[in-house]
């Protein structure tokens, strides 16, 4: 590796990119556009009332309490759904997503924990959802926060209202603080693998890397200043994300060095991927098509947007074969539920698929015409 | 280190096939020191791609390739930084201008002391050294494709069609750039379909058709072993078909060309003054004549009975 060669490549990649002002303005604010869009669908869901079918199956005055004190809140509008009637049944045929269950000793154990006493006392409320539906986990959210305060009104001591269905990872934060690392791991995907893509095929199409082999720059000098000028894009872009999520929607997030670790791995993942890419596709176009085939995927199925828990099964195995999923999981790991051993985890498993799809990259690139 | 050798480039029974394509068939030959070699031939020939296997490009399906004494398929590293390549349909990175792309190869070479300044004049870009290149004209890029092959001060030049898609101005621009390069001294090895270029410019011309070295020799060399008839041009005052009709019946093949113009093809010079008293007789009014010896294009017709390229703008035409 020659870094004088490095350097001098990441300085032409750089001008072009400066000069080239569509391009800075997309890479830049693109990522910028989601973040507000999807923002603001997502705080809306904070002010949206829900609909939501409460089965009641202790039938007393104190279950009717716990109901209207969630319709109190103002957040849902209730549906009651008759004690006989099988739930998830209901929920089936009637196209809900959410059926509530009150238990049916919740006055018993209520008295029992009011007026006996007696801490060991609790009630389990059921969640019957769809994990299908986009708007289901919001609504969990919700309960659980409405469940929480009704806890913390109650008494200092254990809780009385449980739910035991919904991940504890879903609970504490919004779903802006959820999305914001999982923008930051896609916008540098897509960035660098476009990026990555497209400049190669370009400059290969030109013929301007037929010339670069007739010089002593080599494909590793090559296909790290392609990296090292991704990375940078990359600092810029989620430094921009970043701010615009701070300012706007007052995300809380943890910002330490896991997260340029991880941005890193995402780069080299992703350039090195575009490199096998540009080696398959040989015509620009074909090049932007089999990138986005790529992108698509990653982009909804690693749990970029939606959690992982939301979708069907299968689905969920296979977001786990996906790269990006483990940089998602891993940038959340630390930056939203500051869990060093999982973001540790997380970056060894992306750390050693980086490290092989930067090989076989590097082994892919095309330095000579042929054999 | 330089290793003197007589030789620069050295092929021997070169061979590359691509599939069932033979696109080089078992071609040999040597370039020497300060020389410029043309290779000359229509497109498809395998210029490019014999020439890309000399510059390490390509690899070659069999045969040996020398370049400053060293197998090109073994010691690209060491032979990259002593050679300059303009290699066919030169590009460049659209948003950097002249100046910035002349630093950037030269770093990339590690030329700390390389005349910028100087090959920028050399190929005529001085008032152009901040226009980006994207901004230039074909002829300007190709000058810039010259002085970027030139940024390390290499041994040997490789020009792949330096004035291909170019306008007969512009083409003329770049002569004027690889003359300078030829009274430099410099080794050069240039790919061209224009036969005025490979006679402007050429010591050695190696003619190739069909992936095959048809002839090869010094230009005066080549003309003169292969110029075993003569070109009568005859030019009447006035169109005139009897005139054709003599030079038809006594045998020759007449060329009509301008209506005003009959070419013919002799093999003795007495043939000549046969044809000029035949139309005497016939009271076909003469304005002038011309007898010339074929030129390499002729040549090149005569040897592969192809022309060297479909457009004629760069050179005279097959007749």
């Keep these: 590796m020659n870094l004088r060669v490095v350097g001098a490549s990441l300085v032409v990649s750089l001008k072009s990119f400066y000069r080239e002002k569509t391009t800075m303005f997309f890479t830049t604010t693109f990522p910028i556009l989601l973040i507000l869009v999807f923002g603001t669908i997502f705080m809306e869901q904070d002010k949206v009332r829900f609909d939501l079918c409460v089965q009641d199956l202790d039938q007393t005055e104190t279950s009717a309490e716990i109901a209207k004190a969630l319709a109190l809140s103002g957040r ?184 340029p670790l991880f941005i890193i791995l995402d780069v080299f993942t992703f350039v090195g991927i575009g490199m096998i890419l540009t080696r398959i596709v040989k015509e620009a176009q074909s090049a932007a098509a089999a990138a986005n085939a790529i992108i698509f995927p990653m982009m909804f199925l690693s749990g970029s947007f939606f959690p992982l828990e939301m979708m069907p099964h299968f689905l969920q195995t296979f977001a786990r074969a996906l790269p990006l999923y483990y940089i998602n999981e891993g940038l959340r790991a630390s930056m939203v539920f500051r869990d060093n051993a999982a973001a540790l985890s997380y970056s060894a498993i992306i750390g050693i698929v980086a490290a092989l799809v930067f090989i076989v990259g590097i082994t892919a690139t095309r330095w000579e015409e042929g054999i | 280190m330089t290793t003197e050798v007589e030789y620069v480039i050295e092929v021997e029974n070169l061979t590359k096939r691509y599939g069932s394509l033979m696109a080089v068939d078992d071609i040999s030959f040597k370039v020497r020191q300060g020389e410029v070699f043309a290779f000359l031939g229509p497109n498809g020939a395998g210029k490019t791609t014999t020439v890309e296997i000399v510059e390490t490009i390509r690899r070659p399906t069999s045969g040996k390739v020398r370049l400053l004494g060293m197998d090109v398929t073994k010691k690209k ?67 810039l494709g010259i002085a970027i092959a030139l940024v390390n001060d290499p041994e040997v030049v490789f020009l792949d069609e330096p004035t291909t898609g170019l306008d007969p101005r512009a083409r003329r621009q770049v002569w004027e750039v690889l003359l300078g390069l030829k009274k430099k ?22 003619i190739i058709s069909k992936g095959k070295i048809i002839a090869m020799d010094s230009l005066v060399q080549l003309i003169e072993s292969n110029a075993d008839y003569l070109l009568l041009t005859v030019t009447l005052q006035s169109v005139d078909e009897k005139a054709f009709e003599v030079v038809g019946k006594m ?68 007749e």
């Design chain 2, 251 to 318: 045998g020759f093949k007449p060329v009509l060309n301008n209506h005003r113009n009959i070419n013919v093809r002799v093999e003795r010079a007495e043939d000549i003054r046969k044809i000029l008293n035949a139309m005497k007789e016939a009271g076909v009014p003469l304005l002038s004549m011309d007898v010339r010896k074929p030129n390499l294009e002729q040549i090149f017709l005569k040897l592969t009975g192809e022309a060297l390229h479909e457009d004629t703008s760069g050179g005279r035409g097959a």
């Design chain 2, 77 to 143: 590293r060491d032979i990259v930084p002593r050679i300059g390549v303009l290699p066919q349909g030169f590009s460049s990175f659209d948003r950097i201008t002249v100046r910035e792309t002349m630093q950037y190869y030269s770093r990339l070479f590690g030329c700390r002391n390389a005349d910028i300044d100087g090959l920028i004049e050399l190929v005529n870009l001085k008032d152009k050294a901040k226009e980006r290149y994207m901004k230039l004209s074909g002829g300007l890029r190709q000058r």
């Design chain 2, 185 to 206: 001294g410099k080794t050069v090895f240039l790919t061209t379909h224009y036969m005025e270029e490979a006679e402007l410019l050429a010591d050695t011309v190696a």
């Design chain 1, 76 to 259: 849902f509008k209730l549906t009651r759904v008759d004690p006989a009637i099988d739930a998830t049944q209901y929920a089936r045929d009637n196209n809900v997503n959410l059926v509530l269950i009150i238990p049916k000793d919740y006055e018993k154990s209520y008295m029992q924990y009011v007026q006996f006493d007696d801490p060991g006392a609790f009630v389990n409320i059921t969640y019957v959802y769809d994990p299908s539906s986009s708007s289901v986990i919001t609504k969990m959210q919700l309960l659980n926060l409405a469940f929480a305060k009704m806890n913390q009104g109650l008494s200092a001591k254990s809780p009385f209202v449980r739910t035991s269905e919904i991940s504890i990872h879903t609970k504490k934060y919004r779903f802006i603080d959820f999305f914001i690392p999982g923008i930051i791991a896609m916008a540098v995907m897509t960035a660098s693998l476009f990026g990555s893509v497209n400049v190669n095929t370009e400059l290969r199409q030109k013929g301007i890397i037929r010339k670069l082999s007739t010089t002593p720059i080599t494909r590793t000098d090559w296909v790290l200043s392609n990296i090292l000028y991704q990375f940078l894009l990359a600092v810029i872009s989620t430094t921009a994300m970043l701010s615009v999520s701070y300012a706007v929607f007052d995300v809380r997030l943890q910002i330490n060095a896991w997260l």
